[in-house]
């Protein structure tokens, strides 16, 4: 009991030890507890108190001054002893009556303080243009590209799953940890892994979800129809969000999912559109097109770091003017 009540008086009780200390304090004497209070009174720590809170300082020195202490009960005359021990018992049968809710109250603002602070979210934003690269508290590195959001509440995290929200494009490279799966929501999926890594490209403005497994082993499924498949190094896996269906393929059949990572967008039969509409999101740009219909898709690679070239290529591949006024690039041809 000493010890869970100097645990509790440090605030180094968890949460889920406070409510059995409740428990066995209920079943203590007001002898024991008197006893323990004189100890921890007449303790070396006690009458280190100055360091923890002065104004507490000045009041055991003024109680102690009282009982002719002078700082502990051992430098008292043997003769004088029990005489002061029984002024000691009524100081702290008062002390055990003042303290102990004192106790509680911090004790509870302290829970409570940390508890809400454990419940605040913790969030992780990219803005165009942006990448950033974070390591979640299991050790887990996520690298975030343009335009996403990442966020988690650290007192659920790890508790049964480690589980982030997601939208966006990001590689993860997940820390193994068989007990405690690492889950990753979207509006439209869920994505189970235990350790692995992988690019996953989920954008709610787009049509579908993406998944590029390096290594290890995946679970994706549709939240709309609870469709769900096993994806494997290699592979792509493809949810459109409308069906709710999941296709798998081979990394070869698609543009690579994870160019972004060496600064490079990387296209497969894109059309126009989507080129341009990738060109705005990675410079942060405007691009006003005036073209005829029908153009060509695309196939290649442009720089993400490089606006002039990136435009210059694509001028090579489709034949047309442009011109760059501020944040704006005006095609024609």
Known sequence: M????RQFAENQLSSQELPAFKEELQHTTDQQLEEYLQQEWMSSEANDIKTI???????KQAIDSRLGLHGSFN??????????RTILMKWFSIASAILLPLMFITTYYFYHERQVEANKEVTFVTGRGEKASIVLPDGSKVTLNHDSRLFYLPSLFGRDARQVSFEGEAYFDVAKDKKSPFIIRQEKLQVEVLGTKFCLRARPKETAAKLLLDEGKVMMTATRTQNHQVVNPGEV???????????????SESADL??????????????FRQVVQSIEDYYDVRVIVHAPIGLDHFTGTLPTRNLEQAIHILQLVYGFHYKVKEQQIFITF
């Open 2 to 5: 000493d010890k869970l009540i």
């Open 53 to 59: 809170c002065p104004r507490l300082s000045e009041m």
């Open 75 to 84: 430098q008292a005359s043997p003769a004088s002893q029990p005489k002061v």
């Open 237 to 251: 896996a493809e949810l459109n969000y409308a069906t709710g269906q999941i296709t798998l393929f081979q990394q």
């Open 258 to 271: 994870s160019a972004w990572k060496q600064n490079e967008m990387d296209f497969l039969n894109a059309s």
